[in-house]
């Protein structure tokens, strides 16, 4: 089979027109794993658009479910898993296609960034052959073309000495520089969407910095779509556009960047915000921390799922879900009956402070000796259940 000249740097060529629609289109996504102990359901119902040259950061506590619903929307799950709700790529539906079918859309068309680089590449190849692989088999270059491609993204991602690191193993770069092949291996077959799962994880904050500004500039320059997956609100404070919160495997409450930072409507993306250590703050400040612990998403806890640890909730929090309610700006919904902010929230803050609840006086006094006492307190009511 006669192989194509392909540039090395063709990978850099934007779209001339675009697709009318969003990239990508998730309605109701549900992901579950079959346990010992029944369904756990670590996606529940999870509903989220992305348009092309737009970044949305995933946010919310390990374990609320954001890397099993990034994993799910590239269909990278365990065969026993079972998921349902609709995945749509430029119109596309995925949700219905086996892995035979996906492999159409992984590299070219949506490619993933995982937490830990050392684990994503094989510790016995070269660098040359884990990105040029790929190349090779999907977009169906030469073994020099690829070659010169791969010199050409290691270059771009800020490796250097690009032609020497192809010779190394993984074992042999730092922290920093694996995460930089792996996203030179995500970019390699220009991807329309990026889904980046922790990428800054384990790094330090130097290094951090780095890695996300590489990813927003080669977003930029390739007008990509990404969803950027982090417990940290810091790190998507100034790099998205949309940011979506994540607890117990829901969406609980979701806004353009700017507006949730600034009018917060659900107590758990407050305790999120309260948090992050400040620097204004004087030396030795205790760390605020939200009490008590994410649920078992087996026997989740009826009612709110932040419930438990709400410093705001009442009896029919305890009772009733509440459904994702729009804000007063557009584009900002929320799961909760006592929202921040609002005057039903203040008075339920202060009807629960007078009775000395623990979550409430947690939060306002938002040191860790307080937040002990709601720890104590679930305990309390998880033995009494049992």
Not at 27 to 44: K, N
Not at 261 to 268: C, E, K, Q, T
Not at 330 to 351: S, Y
């Amino acid at each position: 089979m006669r192989r194509r000249k392909v540039s090395p740097m063709s990978w850099r060529a934007l779209p001339e027109q675009q697709p009318s629609g969003p990239l990508l289109d998730v309605d109701d996504l549900r992901t579950a794993f079959r346990t010992p102990r029944g369904r756990l359901r670590a996606v529940d119902g999870v509903s989220a658009s992305l348009d092309r040259g737009k970044t949305l950061g995933i946010v919310g506590e390990s374990g609320s479910g954001k890397s099993v619903f990034v994993r799910s929307l590239m269909g990278l799950l365990p065969r026993y898993v079972e998921r349902s709700g609709s995945v749509r790529f430029e119109g596309a539906e995925l949700s219905d296609l086996n892995e035979r079918g996906l492999r159409h859309y992984w590299g070219t068309e949506m490619a993933m960034v995982f937490q830990d680089p050392m684990t994503s590449l094989n510790p016995v190849k070269r660098i040359e052959p884990q990105i040029t692989d790929s190349l090779r088999h999907n977009l169906g270059i030469g073994r020099a073309d690829a070659r010169e491609r791969a010199l050409a993204l290691l270059e771009s991602v800020g490796i250097p000495e690009p032609r020497r690191r192809l010779r190394d193993y993984p074992h042999q770069l730092s922290g920093g520089m694996r995460q930089r092949v792996t996203i030179a291996m995500a970019l390699a077959c220009g991807p329309k969407l990026l889904l980046a799962d922790e990428p800054t994880t384990a790094l330090d904050v130097t290094v951090q910095a780095q890695i996300l500004n590489l990813l927003g500039q080669q977003q930029r320059e390739r007008f990509m779509g990404m969803i950027l997956v982090t417990h940290d609100l810091a790190v998507v404070a100034g790099r998205t556009d949309e940011v979506a919160v994540m607890y117990a495997g829901q969406i609980v409450e979701k806004a353009p960047t700017a507006v949730l930072f600034g009018n917060v409507r659900m107590p758990y993306t407050e305790g999120l915000l309260r948090s992050i250590p400040k620097i204004s703050e004087p030396s030795h400040t205790r760390l605020r921390i939200i009490g008590g612990r994410p649920p078992d998403l087996v026997d989740p806890p009826a009612g709110c799922r932040f419930s438990p640890r709400c410093p705001y909730a009442q009896p029919l929090c305890h009772t009733d879900p509440p459904p994702l309610t729009p804000a007063e700006t557009p584009g900002h919904v929320f799961r909760c009956w006592f929202p921040v902010g609002t005057d039903a929230g203040r008075e339920a803050l202060e009807r629960n402070l007078a009775r000395h609840d623990p979550a409430a006086e947690a939060a306002v006094a938002g040191d860790i000796h307080a937040a002990a006492l709601v720890d104590a307190a679930a305990d309390a009511d998880a033995g009494g259940n049992d």
